[in-house]
């Protein structure tokens, strides 16, 4: 087995095996270059689906989706304060945290604030909640340019997670299981939505955007949350 090469040792291989292939083909060895192939033509796909179809399907995908949102007894909402180590990202965490009870009570949703990693992976386990997330990442504090990124989730916790398909082999007797058979926790990712934000400036100036950011779509998920859970 080759030892792992350093990023200048891998530079200088590729270039070592750039230069073999081409005295390999005869190129800059003061051999013509072979002509280049003629371009390949492809006819297009004939094929199509009408609109009609297409919105039929996206209609679908939707409601299925929707349909993932139901019969969850409530939620649990962390964004990090107390592990926070940038303090931008502490400082939006404060201020969402702050709104959050609102944003809740406008659509009666049961919920409880996760205050740490711990509360994050043990209240779902606990309760059977859905798990409402926003994982931040920001670059360092006081470096310019800056950016703010968060990814706001809706995660289903289960205890006892398998494999579909382990249930198709039985089970041999006195050999290991695998990993596909033993049940795993996991976190099933039912819902998300994304943003960046970059300036030039202090990374301080995206505070207050980032904040609104998340706050806009923890009431997109709100109202579909409600919207299947409180049918009208």
């Known amino acids: 087995m080759n030892p792992p090469m350093n990023g200048p040792e891998r530079a200088v291989f590729r270039l070592k ?21 003629a371009p390949q033509t492809f006819s297009p796909d004939t094929a199509s689906i009408s609109p ?3 919105q039929k399907v ?7 989706n929707l349909e ?7 939620i649990i ?27 809740m009570a406008e659509h009666k949703v049961p919920f409880q604030i996760a205050k740490s990693s711990f509360d994050r992976h043990f209240l779902p386990h606990m309760s059977g909640r859905l798990l409402l997330v ?19 989730q809706g995660l289903a916790h289960y205890a006892h997670a398998v494999n579909w398909s382990s249930e198709l082999y039985p ?10 058979e033993v049940p795993q926790h996991v976190d099933a990712l039912l819902w998300e939505s994304n ?38």
């Not at 996206?58 to 299925?64: I, P």
């Not at 964004?79 to 201020?95: D, F, G, K």
Request: contains cysteine; negative net charge; charged residues 25%.
């Open 17 to 37: 095996l750039a230069a073999a292939m081409l005295l390999m083909f005869g190129w800059g060895s003061g051999q013509a270059e072979p002509e280049p192939a």
């Open 52 to 54: 009609a179809v297409k």
């Open 58 to 64: 996206l209609e679908h995908m939707k409601q299925t």
């Open 68 to 74: 993932r949102l139901k019969g969850w007894p409530g």
């Open 77 to 103: 909402f962390y964004c990090p304060v107390e592990e926070a180590e940038n303090p931008a990202v502490r400082a939006i965490c404060t201020a969402v945290n702050a709104d959050v009870g609102n944003l």
């Open 134 to 152: 926003v994982d931040l990442a920001a670059t360092p504090a006081g470096e310019q340019p800056a950016a703010i990124s968060a990814e706001v």
């Open 171 to 180: 089970e041999s007797g006195g050999k290991e299981k695998s990993p596909l």
């Open 195 to 232: 943003f960046i934000f970059a300036t030039a400036g202090d990374q301080s100036t995206l505070v207050e955007q980032s904040k609104a950011a998340i706050e806009e779509r923890v009431r997109n998920f709100l109202a579909e949350f409600d919207r299947i859970n409180h049918k009208r």
